[in-house]
């Protein structure tokens, strides 16, 4: 069993609808990020948390520390919000980042 | 602020040949942590530098090596290069370090090993 699990591994959703990627991870962690990769390979880093919830525009970041468990929302979907997005674990002090296996959001106008 | 720069961003190798690999970080940040990307592997962590130190490095081969300077740009090599070595490599700078920090990408270098 992979240490960080993404689902779902592909999504498709018409223009305007409510996004969710949800991200499980079975070690204890510091701190988890969530990342978008566009075609061409460039990651983004969207969110870094280790509790609660992040807002930034239309993206919302959740984090269950005790249920070892995060969210990332998307409101108001649009094309461009087409790309893989990856959530990562980590560790202060240890510095070595986890990943899951990704999911990839295609947005249709 | 200029960005995280990687350098060269496109590499063709063959088998046996050695790459070296080079980041710029974010001026100021004094954290480099490097990453391979494949299809079947997905993202898996390298190695992290701090200060000149390596802190932290992943399940690769001995192939798999780097080094950090004193203005915290950092290369990274790969020796005696296989075709599975074939992926995109890609680096992130922080201020303190990859496990609990924000960190900033570089685009990449995409590395075909023939």
């Known amino acids: 069993k992979n240490e960080v699990e993404q689902s779902p591994q592909n999504l498709t959703a018409q223009e305007g609808e409510f996004i969710t990627i949800n991200c499980s991870y079975s070690?204890?962690?510091?701190?988890l990020h969530w990342l978008q990769q566009h075609p061409g390979g460039g990651i983004v880093s969207l969110f870094m948390?280790?509790?609660g919830k992040k807002k930034h525009g239309r993206l919302i970041a959740t984090i269950n520390i005790q249920e070892k468990h995060s969210s990332l929302h998307i409101t108001a979907s649009h094309p461009r919000d087409s790309a893989v997005y990856i959530c990562?674990?980590?560790?202060?002090?240890?510095?070595?980042?986890?990943f899951g296996t990704g999911t990839r959001l295609t947005i249709i106008p | 602020k200029a960005g995280v720069t990687q350098t060269p961003r496109y590499l063709i190798k063959t088998r046996g040949q050695q790459v070296t690999l080079s980041c710029s970080p974010i001026?100021?940040?004094?954290?480099v942590s490097w990453y391979q990307q494949t299809p079947g592997q997905g993202l898996q962590f390298l190695f992290e530098?701090?200060?000149?130190?390596?802190?932290n490095k992943g399940n690769f081969p001995g192939r798999f090596s780097g080094r950090q300077f004193s203005n915290s740009r950092s290369e990274m090599n790969v020796s005696t290069l296989e075709l599975g070595d074939s992926a995109l490599y890609l680096c992130?700078?922080?201020?303190?370090?990859?496990?609990?920090?924000?960190?900033?990408f570089g685009a990449g270098s995409r590395l075909t090993v023939l």
């Open positions: 001026s100021g940040h004094r954290s």
């Open positions: 990562a674990v980590g560790t202060f002090g240890n510095e070595k980042l986890t």
């Open positions: 992130a700078s922080s201020s303190q370090g990859a496990g609990a920090n924000v960190l900033t």
């Open positions: 070690v204890g962690i510091s701190a």
């Open positions: 530098y701090f200060s000149e130190t390596q802190r």
């Open positions: 948390l280790s509790s």
